[in-house]
């Protein structure tokens, strides 16, 4: 069962789980509800949208954009080193077989918004950041994903980075060209699946291409192959993680046109590759969009920062974050 809860933590008044159905007449049967919950838990030191977040190999994760550390056990955040080169929207961040956290690309902070193709490394043990080799390609909104060799591969983006893909090669510190995607994606989700080849699924729109749009790539051969059709509740905004049973996690985003009749979702559903099926799953304590998916080594999912809907209706930055519990 898969269920989303809510709790008090730092001061925070406790809510009561939302109801499971409705009442039905005994003669017909209770409709099948999602499953699945979702619990607040402490606050970040300072609001984040659009920034990936990584699980280190301590248990902790690790939200490079805005440097910071969140605890599971403590439910807690504190500050750490921050990049060399701040970043603000449209970079990764990979957890390599070191531990080390590889991040890359994304949209330089200052006037002239440069997309960069650099990157870096973080040390957990020592808090620090160290540039290493730069991508062929200028990306944000790309995908990276470690492969079982240890290397990481990084699809797509937006701009010139289209469908196109390389590899980085933590021995040399350097990247290289692979195959290309079968349509382009940008701010997509991927992932390792079990049988070691990779997910990518969804991102923005583009003329020609079918909404939420699937690929797999074989690292053996290093090409990609069409996988079909991603569901999600919301039109665009939403995040995606994988979790540790191959099914693909797609929650809140964003409905309606802009600004009068948008509406942020707190609504969440299931993709399993193996199926191609999607089904609802509990919704989040509030409303998101743009906020950050990461599975925790218990194989909770941290949903935190992002945007939410404030009283006036308008999109708002936001510090809180929760847990989906699979």
């Known amino acids: 069962m898969h269920r989303w809860t809510l709790r008090s933590l730092g001061g925070l008044p406790a809510a009561g789980l939302l109801a499971a159905g409705l009442a039905v007449s005994p003669a017909a049967p209770a409709a099948a509800q999602p499953s699945g919950t979702w619990t607040r838990t ?23 954009g805005t440097a910071q550390l969140y605890d599971p056990a403590a439910g807690k955040w504190a500050t750490t080193g921050s990049m060399n080169v701040a970043r603000t929207v ?9 531990g ?8 330089e902070a ?17 808090g620090t950041w160290t540039p290493t080799g730069s991508m062929t390609t200028a990306r944000f909104g790309h995908t990276a994903t470690l492969l079982p060799n240890g290397q990481v591969l990084a699809a797509g983006g937006a701009l010139f980075a289209g469908s ?6 933590p021995a040399a510190g350097t990247w290289a060209t692979t195959g290309s995607m079968t349509s382009p994606h940008d701010g997509a989700l991927a992932g390792l699946l079990p049988n070691g080849q990779v997910l990518v699924v969804c991102g923005v729109d583009d003329p020609g291409v079918p909404p939420c749009a699937t690929d797999l790539y074989n690292p053996a051969t290093g090409t990609w192959t ?43 559903n299931l993709f399993d590759p193996a199926t191609g099926n999607s089904t609802a799953t509990g919704s989040m304590t509030a409303p998101r969009e743009f906020h950050a ?31 989906y519990a699979p």
């Open 42 to 64: 402490g606050s970040m030191t300072t609001p984040t949208e659009q920034q990936p977040g990584v699980l280190l190999h301590n248990g902790q994760v690790l939200m490079p």
């Open 90 to 98: 449209g970079f990764t961040a990979t957890v390599l077989q070191n």
């Open 100 to 107: 080390q956290v590889l991040v890359a690309g994304g949209v």
């Open 110 to 126: 200052g006037v002239n918004m440069t997309v960069t193709s650099g990157a870096e490394l973080y040390n957990p043990a020592t």
């Open 164 to 169: 196109s893909a390389e590899l980085y090669d």
């Open 226 to 268: 069409f996988d079909g059709i991603a569901g999600a509740s919301a039109t665009r905004n939403y995040s995606l993680v994988l979790l540790h049973n191959g099914q693909v996690l797609i929650s809140g985003g964003e409905n309606g046109t802009y600004p009068a009749k948008e509406t942020i979702t707190t609504t969440a």
């Open 293 to 323: 998916l990461i599975v925790l080594q218990d194989g909770q999912v941290l949903a935190a920062g992002g945007e939410t809907q404030n009283k006036k209706g308008q999109p708002s930055p936001t510090a809180s974050a929760e847990l």
